[in-house]
């Protein structure tokens, strides 16, 4: 019996397998033609220029701001505190009038001790005539000698009296002065101990403190071994300060006034003050201050993004990208970090391009490179003058 075509449905299994198959058969052959090596692609880096430029050589340190004096306002007498002529945390002047005691007891001594100078004067001056006549009388034979010498000493002892009411007058009119308390300098009043209408002993506990805010002291120690530098650069100059205190990104300037005449063995530190004119009163006693040290200045000094030194086992190096924008690795000797800065003693010349972000996909040499500066980048700039920078650690 003879058999018809075999007829296909359209849902058996066997269609789109092997469709599917014939499929894979062609793409498979067209891609064994097509296939190669890969294009190389450059890889995306961000680089910046090495730049040459007076870097200052500076010690970091911690401080304190100190106050330039201060004085605990004390009474020379006693009594009762009849003024106050000023606020808690008023600026006051040299001279200016702080507190009264009431006077009116030393007015009453320096009174008395008047009184009796102005008696004691008329009984010296009678005393010395009677000695003058009783000398008289004894040339002439008339009186002894004996009572001749009693009226003289009778006068001399008056006379030694009377300097002693002088002084006596004198210390009245100082005690009266001392009823009235002015401010010995200019600064800063803090908190009033004592208030108006209470009793006040002699030399007892301050009626108030002020402190002279300007100018103003910061004491900062630094490590014995900068020792040798900052006196060598202070007998040639003014050595500089910058202290920045928390919440005031700019820093005040001044100067150091005082080296310690010996080194804390406990901490092997030596104690430095800087003198600030502080006319802006940045600077408040008893804050902390962040201090930079400036030692001297490092002429034509090469600095690079202290991000483009990368640490491997050989040593610090640094990718630089050549004039056919491939990239090398280069080792490199930095001689300090300053801020974001890496001060580079050798390996890198000023202009040349370092990498500083994409380092990890870079081999060590020949790898093809696309570049782009980093943002706020002032890589164009290869002669930049001195700025800003810092040696940790002190």
């Keep these: 019996m003879r058999k018809g075509p075999t007829i296909y449905r359209m849902n058996d299994w066997r269609l789109p397998v092997m469709a599917l198959l014939g499929l894979s058969t062609l793409l498979a052959g067209c891609s064994k033609k097509k296939m190669g090596p890969p294009p190389a692609t450059a890889v995306p880096v961000v680089v910046a220029t090495a730049m040459q430029k007076d870097v200052p050589v500076e010690v970091h340190a911690i401080g304190n701001v100190e106050p330039y004096s201060t004085v605990s306002v004390k009474t020379m007498v006693g009594g009762e505190l009849t003024h106050v002529d000023f606020t808690e945390g008023q600026d006051v002047k ?21 009184g009796n100078l102005a008696r004691d004067l008329a009984q010296a001056a009678n005393a010395r005539a009677q000695a003058a006549r009783y000398a008289a009388l004894y040339k002439e034979g008339v009186t002894s000698r004996e009572q001749a010498d009693q009226m003289q000493t009778a006068a001399n002892a008056l006379d030694e009296v009377v300097t002693a009411d002088r002084a006596a007058v004198e210390t009245a009119k100082v005690n009266l002065t001392y009823c009235t308390i002015y401010s010995p300098l200019d ?109 001297t200045t490092q002429p034509g000094a090469i600095v690079v993004p202290a991000q483009a030194v990368q640490t491997g086992q050989k040593g610090e190096y640094v990718f630089v990208v050549n004039a056919d924008n491939t990239a090398e690795q280069r080792m490199v000797k930095v001689d300090r970090t300053v801020g974001s800065e890496a001060v580079i003693a050798s390996g890198v010349q000023a202009g040349e391009q370092v990498v500083t972000d994409g380092q990890l996909r870079l081999a060590p040499k020949g790898t093809k490179v696309e570049t782009r500066a980093a943002s706020g980048s002032s890589s164009s700039n290869s002669n930049g003058s001195s700025g800003n920078l810092r040696v940790g650690g002190s």
């Design 187 to 295: 600064g800063r009043t803090g908190n009033l101990m004592v208030h108006r209408g209470n009793v006040v002993k002699a030399n007892d506990a301050a009626l108030v403190t002020i402190n002279q805010i300007q100018p103003i002291y910061v004491t900062f120690a630094v490590s014995e071994q900068h020792l040798p530098e900052i006196r060598r650069f202070m007998a040639t100059g003014k050595l500089t300060v910058r202290a920045t205190v928390p919440d005031e990104p700019q820093p005040a300037e001044g100067t150091v006034v005082f080296v310690d005449n010996s080194v804390d063995p406990a901490t092997a530190t030596i104690k430095l003050k800087a003198l600030f004119a502080n006319r802006d009163r940045r600077l408040w006693p008893g804050q902390f201050a962040d201090v930079l040290l400036t030692l």
């Design 94 to 114: 040299k001279g200016e009038r702080l507190f009264v005691i009431d006077p009116r007891f030393y007015e009453a001594a320096l009174a008395q001790a008047q």
